[in-house]
């Protein structure tokens, strides 16, 4: 019988996680930290990257990284390689953004902007890291942070939602053609996860109406994709590649 510790052991193994300046990303990256994974935490807010290097103190680095810019994204890779010595066989790609409008309101430049990071960004930031391990010969796991929006329609973020809907199906296109190179590739959808970020809004009577259509009635929090991301990422999903992973506490099979 395998050791359930050992499979989900991370150890040797350098992770790359993106908008790793926010919330969930720097959650992400505190859980591969604690399952022995180097981590190289990238982001366009370099301030917040330092601090969490500097928590977390042996295996992280922090490189800047803009995952609309390829030759960013590249750099990132190199300073991440120069920093371990090896590709990073583990990239969360976690960076995006919402603009929250009616569609009626949403500009060309709105919808240009959200389109860039979460799709295009992931895109690259996946077939870069991808490429590298290839030319390795080393498997890997890539792990596109989607979103409940990319299965079911939120009001007023047109441009996320088409987003995320493409991020989960560029993940099952390239989980088929990397399957051969022995990297896996799937997308952790979560629901609404509360962060600094939203937790006024959810406090309100509109935020309070949400929850409510949550069959568990309640938010997730960071720790509730622990879990999730440590199977993606982990031996424990060997078998596990083009699936979408939800966590929302059942919000996307309730029909209301």
Known sequence: MTDPAQIFSLRGATALVTGASGALGAHFARVLHAAGAN????????????????ELGKRAAAVPLDVTDSAAVARAYDGAEAAFGAPCSIIVNNAGIAVSRPVLQQTEADW???????????????????RRLVAAK??????NIASIGGLRILQGVVGYTASKAGLVQMTKQMAVELARHGIRVNALCPGYVETPINTE?????????????????????????TGPLLLLASAAGAHMTGAALVV?????VNPL
Request: with cysteine; proline share 3%.
């Open 39 to 54: 981590v190289v935490l990238a982001a366009r807010r370099t301030e917040a990257l330092d601090a969490l290097a500097a």
């Open 112 to 130: 240009d902007s959200v389109l860039d990071v979460n799709l295009r960004g992931c895109f690259l930031v996946a077939t870069e890291g991808a």
């Open 138 to 143: 080393h498997g890997g796991s890539i792990v």
């Open 201 to 225: 809004f959810f406090a309100s009577e509109a935020g309070q109406a949400v929850v409510k259509r949550v069959p568990q009635r309640r938010l997730g929090q960071p720790q509730d994709l």
């Open 248 to 252: 929302d506490g059942g919000h996307s």
